[in-house]
C-alpha cells in the first residue's frame, strides 16, 4: 500500500491485528491469516500492534484488502449492532460446512477467507459463482 502515508499504514494494521483479536483468533491463526512466511515468530505482531505497518509485499496487501472488505461487509450487513457482527463470525455456519467464520479464516488460506466474504457479500459470491 504504497499510495497512502506511513501513519495511515500503521493504523489500517493496528485495525487489522484488532479485528482478527475480536474474531478471537490466536497469534499462530493471524499470521496464517495475513500471509507471512512460515516460520514468523508470533512476537512479529506486537511490532505490528505498536508501530510498524504490514510488510508491503504483494500477497499480504492482497489478504488485508480481502480482511477489510470483510470488515466492511459485516459493518453493512449488522450496522446497528456491532455485536452482531461478532456473533455472526463466531457461530456455525452451513454455507462453510458447519464451521463458524472465524474457523475458517484461521486455517490461513486466501481462498478460506474469500469463502467467507462471500457470504457476506453477495458480489462477490456472485463473481465466483459466474467465473
Not at 16 to 43: C, W, Y
Not at 79 to 107: C, I, S, Y
Amino acid at each position: 500500500m504504497a499510495n497512502i502515508s506511513e501513519e495511515k499504514n500503521i493504523e489500517l494494521t493496528r485495525n487489522v491485528i484488532r479485528m482478527l483479536d475480536q474474531f478471537g483468533l490466536d497469534a499462530e491463526q493471524q499470521i496464517k491469516v495475513l500471509g507471512f512466511p512460515e516460520g514468523t515468530r508470533t512476537r512479529t505482531l506486537r511490532q505490528h500492534r505498536e508501530n510498524i505497518p504490514f510488510p508491503d509485499d504483494p500477497s499480504i496487501q492482497e489478504r488485508v484488502s480481502i480482511l477489510v472488505h470483510i470488515n466492511d461487509a459485516l459493518r453493512t450487513t449488522y450496522p446497528t449492532n456491532p455485536q452482531m457482527a461478532l456473533f455472526w463470525v463466531r457461530k456455525k455456519n452451513r454455507h462453510l460446512d458447519n464451521a463458524t467464520p472465524a474457523e475458517v479464516m484461521g486455517r490461513g488460506s486466501k481462498n478460506d477467507l474469500i469463502d467467507v466474504l462471500s457470504q457476506l457479500d453477495c458480489t462477490v459470491h456472485w463473481d465466483i459463482s459466474s467465473s
